[in-house]
């Protein structure tokens, strides 16, 4: 055992600044930590999220569903910023006592319907609306298989390898080499069903493509923790030719601007969305200019 080896105590206790990049928000309790009700606009649906892969998911799903002449698919997007901890805000956590985007208002019918979860919020809008996703049969439980591998993969890749490859505060061999291998392991999962499929759960885009490309997609298109060449992307080509084909998808290409407020290119940046004009009248740039 080396001098460095940690020892747990028989009862754990919480040091508030632990390290790490999400330290000062990071708490073993759940609940509000303020007084803070939500903002509420004009469309059928109320978005509260950030553009991290799981709330490109929804805004994906939404501008999908509206590219598709659905109408009443026109939501209200605003920014939760999580490093502030907007998600511990009263009227977020009414929303999803889980505290985590994205969370979604439905308020299509007589009574406000909550969603959270992000595949909760894909299901719930693909059966409202009758799109990618089929109705019954072995097609729908193949989408549902891929939907929910993606619920359960996703940790090892964010909250395991994302976190002790990008945000810890120290690099460690052991939780780097283990969830390499694990993320390694899931590309190559992906790799082997896109050798023979053109997209995730077959021959239609679904909503197990919309779930599954943040994450893996942008991973293989070094768009995450900066790891392209480090997990060797470019050898899972299958993946690499899904990923970059549903990239030049016009409602991808504009899902991914909606509730993003960080980067270089602020002209792809739309921190809120309540209007189909704003990709064109309120990115970042134009609100500075």
Do not use: C
Not at 237 to 242: F, G, I, L, Q, T
């Amino acid at each position: 055992m080396s001098e460095n080896t940690y020892v747990p105590p028989k009862v754990w206790n919480w040091e508030q600044e632990n390290g790490g990049e999400w330290a000062s928000i990071n708490a073993p309790t759940a609940g509000a930590r303020e007084e803070k009700p939500l903002e509420v606009g004009k469309h059928p649906f109320q978005l509260h999220s950030l553009a991290t892969p799981n709330g490109q998911k929804v805004t994906i799903m939404f501008e999908e569903l509206l590219a598709l002449g659905e109408t009443g698919a026109e939501y209200d997007a605003y920014l939760i910023n999580i490093g502030k901890g907007d998600q511990f805000g009263s009227g977020f956590v009414a929303l999803n006592p889980n505290s985590k985007i994205p969370a979604l208002e439905d308020r299509s019918g007589d009574e406000p319907v909550r969603i959270f979860e992000s595949g909760s919020i894909l299901v719930h809008l693909a059966e409202k609306f009758g799109h990618f996703l089929p109705k019954e049969g072995a097609k729908r439980t193949e989408v549902m298989n891929w939907l929910f591998w993606q619920m359960g993969s996703a940790p090892y890749l964010g909250g395991g390898f994302g976190h002790f490859y990008a945000y810890a505060p120290e690099k460690f061999e052991y939780p780097i080499d283990r969830f390499t291998m694990e993320t390694k392991r899931q590309l190559d999962v992906l790799d082997k069903q896109l050798a023979e499929n053109k997209f995730i759960a077959g021959d239609e885009y679904s909503i197990a493509d919309i779930a599954i490309w943040p994450w893996y997609g942008g991973l293989v298109l070094g768009k995450l923790y900066d790891a392209a060449e480090f997990l060797d992307v470019k050898s899972y080509k299958n993946v690499v030719r899904w990923a970059e084909e549903i990239a030049e998808r016009p409602a991808v290409k504009r899902g991914i601007m909606v509730n993003r407020a960080w980067g270089d290119d602020k002209s792809q940046q739309l921190p809120e969305r309540h209007d189909a004009s704003d990709f064109e009248l309120r990115t970042a740039d134009k609100l500075e200019d």
